[in-house]
């Protein structure tokens, strides 16, 4: 069975960062197959797309919105996955929640229902 945990989340100022971690059991994100992503969704507002990266490519994909300030990565020893946050803004919080999939090809990796296992998500305020 696999399980997601999101950490790292909390309050920040504008202009700061905050580096999320998801970590993982029952799945490895170094599998050729693996596609880890984070979404994340605002009070009111629908679960968004943030950022993936396809270990088939080894490429990361990113939202319009966070392009150049958000970077994914992973540490494989660890099999960790995180999400670092610069220059956060008010409109960046939300719940973030990890995610992967299995099965997603090019034109579903922003489709957060393409993705088979969702963490609880971590809770991040970007408030002054």
């Known amino acids: 069975q696999v399980q997601l945990a999101e950490s790292g989340g909390g309050l920040v100022q504008p202009g700061g960062s905050l580096r999320l971690s998801c970590a993982a059991s029952?799945?490895?994100?170094?599998?050729?197959?693996?596609?880890v992503g984070w979404f994340r969704q605002a009070p009111g507002k629908e679960r968004e797309f943030v950022a993936t990266?396809?270990?088939?490519?080894?490429?990361?994909y990113y939202a319009d919105s966070v392009q150049g300030r958000f970077t994914i990565s992973r540490d494989n020893a660890k099999n960790m996955v995180y999400l670092q946050m610069n220059s956060l803004k008010p409109e960046d919080t939300a719940v973030y929640y990890c995610?992967?999939?299995?099965?997603?090809?090019?034109?579903?990796?922003?489709?957060?229902?393409?993705?088979?296992?969702w963490g609880q998500g971590t809770q991040v305020t970007v408030s002054s």
């Open positions: 995610a992967v999939g299995t099965r997603l090809i090019s034109s579903t990796l922003r489709n957060g229902a393409a993705y088979d296992y």
């Open positions: 029952g799945h490895s994100f170094n599998s050729y197959s693996s596609t």
């Open positions: 990266f396809r270990r088939n490519g080894s490429r990361s």
